[in-house]
């Protein structure tokens, strides 16, 4: 059934069930316990209610801090039943990042997670420049003076209001929340997005999801319940909407991971039927597979590869939506039996299709799950786009393209590629910042999204980089870093890479190798009594990696392959300031901190022993 805004959709979900069980979260002695709809309606008016009692109204703004939990949720639900204007933010942010959210939201109250968030908002209560004026704490054993707890506030009963009633209330053209895009470069912007934005986005996007799911009738949990796992941040638009809104229209139980290094811990308690990811989260499940592959020998490797071989003959037919020739169909049969659902246990065994967003996702990984029954949904859009712009259909897909615009959409491509976007889903603008979103959306209502990209012959968009990412070298080639960077990350032993070579004469890389992998080797080579940074300065390593660069990069013209690189033996974090909340690099921020190890590169005196300019030794090692 359509709706028009939030409160809405929720309150119909919970007349259509309301003995469904949702929300779950893991327990002490390891079980999962979650509420009723009728539970979680009671406990968000409650928490509504309280809000009201604590002067919240209509329009007020009330940022949420925290990690993904049925509370985040709560709050969320609550804020919008009384016209109120949530204000995510992620924990990862540091203090003066997540003050600087709060206070130029105009946030009145703060609902924070813990101690650690508390302590980041707390100085802003004696800031008479800010708005804020209280702080609720979602840990209920809390028992200092700074915060009342999420209980206390559901128990605030001075004055009793009918929020389903309220409710009602909502018009579609009401600020539902403002999103503040961390972005690679400046200070994040307030994006404006109503309830007609999201809500007309996820009338628009749940029947491809729920046509992925029903191309899998054969992988049904025996007991017919559609579970989800929540662990991608809520304060990002792409979980807000696909993994939080989106999957609890599906009427799915929502589980609430422990932590990001418990994900697949969860995942395999759990058994989802459907997930959302970004790519990395795909690139490192696919290398522990072929790892793991690659360990075994003999009969039981052969067999292993032939499955694999078998699914990856598969998915041109899948691509397309044809049914299999019969030697091929008894083929993957026998795969599946005997290998391919042990793949899919990695995934709890009854994942039928996935959404994938934030970034590109590689041929190979998107291949790879395709073949062993893993269908991936790729689509793309901006926080600015409410978020979604365009969706594959499982029905014709083509990997390193994100689909179609969804109905009501549409998406052009400006002379110098940029792709733009209008109708329903575009922002009202960005808050406080007038300037800004005219240069953002232009007078006939476009969007300006800063990506480039093109339309193939079958109308499908492919994303080739973002405009500011652009590499233009010194002779005036443009070059497009990204796919570049999808290509090298995809290889085990490369966690993460970021391309050089602006205004230089060819490019360059900075690469993480990933640790585990790297020690691994080592082992195998005698070098396991290195430190850590000896064995990525090492000359061995080097070696070894030259290899992988010059493999990948045979797949690249010469003006843009990466020629030379440098290893980076610490890995680039959002708390040291390197990666965005949604794990983008900061290219700027990256290139600063290695101002050295780039200029060395372009250093004929100081070059890395193997350049992949012309295969000749040039000098020493470096790292």
């Known amino acids: 059934m359509a709706f028009k805004t939030i409160p809405q959709m929720f309150q119909q979900m919970v007349e259509k069930k309301p003995n469904h069980q949702t929300f779950f979260t893991k327990q002490s002695d390891g079980s999962w316990n979650g509420v009723t709809l009728t539970e979680l309606q009671n406990w968000v008016e409650s928490f509504a209610n309280g809000l009201k009692n604590l002067q919240i109204n209509d329009s007020d703004k009330i940022a949420i801090i925290g990690s993904n939990s049925p509370k985040w949720a709560v709050s969320d639900y609550a804020i919008s039943h009384i016209r109120a204007v949530s204000v995510p933010v992620y924990p990862t942010l540091i203090p003066e990042q997540a003050q600087y959210v709060v206070k130029h939201s105009e946030s009145k109250i703060a609902i924070v997670h813990d101690q650690v968030q508390l302590d980041k908002i707390y100085p802003l209560l004696s800031d008479d420049s800010c708005n804020l004026q209280q702080i609720i704490i979602m840990d209920d054993s809390y028992s200092g003076d700074k915060a009342l707890t999420f209980k206390s506030v559901c128990d605030l009963k001075d004055q009793q209001y009918d929020i389903r009633a309220h409710s009602t209330t909502v018009e579609e053209t009401d600020l539902l929340t403002l999103i503040y895009t961390s972005g690679t470069t400046g200070l994040p912007k307030g994006v404006m997005l109503t309830h007609a934005n ?326 195998s080579k005698g070098l396991q009594s290195l430190s850590y940074e000896s064995l990525c300065a090492h000359e061995d390593t080097y070696e070894m990696f030259d290899l992988i660069v010059k493999d990948t990069m045979s797949n690249f013209s010469r003006y843009e392959s990466v020629r030379k690189f440098t290893l980076i033996p610490q890995e680039w974090t959002v708390d040291n300031g390197e990666l965005t909340p949604k794990m983008s690099i900061k290219r700027k921020v990256v290139s600063q901190k290695h101002q050295k190890e780039i200029d060395a590169m372009y250093d004929p005196s100081t070059a890395p022993k193997k350049s992949l300019e012309d295969g000749t030794d040039e000098g020493q090692v470096f790292g």
């Open 198 to 523: 999201v809500c007309n986005n996820l009338n628009n996007i749940q029947e491809l999801i729920e046509l992925a799911l029903q191309m899998k009738p054969d992988m049904v949990p025996a007991d017919g319940i559609e579970r989800f796992l929540s662990f991608l941040p809520i304060s990002h638009s792409f979980e807000r909407v696909g993994g939080h809104y989106c999957i609890f229209n599906q009427g799915m139980q929502i589980y609430y991971a422990e932590s990001m290094e418990l994900v697949i811990n969860n995942i395999q308690e759990v058994k989802p039927t459907f997930l959302t990811a970004v790519p990395r989260i795909f690139e490192k499940i696919h290398a522990k597979i072929i790892e793991n592959v690659q360990a075994t020998s003999g009969i039981k490797r052969s067999l292993a590869e032939w499955s694999i071989k078998i699914g990856s003959r598969t998915v041109p037919y899948i691509q397309k939506n044809q049914p299999l020739p019969l030697l091929l169909k008894l083929q993957l049969a026998i795969a599946d039996k005997l290998v391919l659902h042990k793949f899919r246990a990695v995934l709890g065994g009854h994942v039928r299709a996935c959404s994938s967003g934030g970034s590109a996702l590689s041929k190979e990984v998107g291949s790879f799950f395709c073949g062993i029954g893993i269908s991936i949904i790729e689509g793309y859009g901006l926080t600015e786009t409410s978020p979604v712009m365009t969706l594959g259909n499982p029905k014709f897909f083509k990997f390193g393209t994100v689909g179609k615009p969804i109905p009501g959409v549409e998406v052009k491509i400006a002379g110098d590629g940029e792709i733009l976007c209008r109708g329903h889903n575009v922002m009202q603008g960005y808050y406080k910042d007038q300037e800004a979103t005219n240069e953002a959306i232009d007078k006939d209502g476009w969007f300006y999204s800063g990506d480039i990209g093109e339309f193939d012959e079958d109308g499908l968009l492919r994303i080739t980089d973002r405009k500011k990412s652009l590499i233009v070298t010194s002779a005036g080639k443009n070059v497009a870093p990204q796919p570049m960077e999808i290509a090298l990350t995809s290889n085990k032993y490369i966690e993460q890479c970021s391309v050089i070579g602006d205004d230089r004469n060819f490019i360059t890389a900075l690469i993480v190798p990933n640790r585990e992998n790297l020690s691994n080797w080592a082992t």
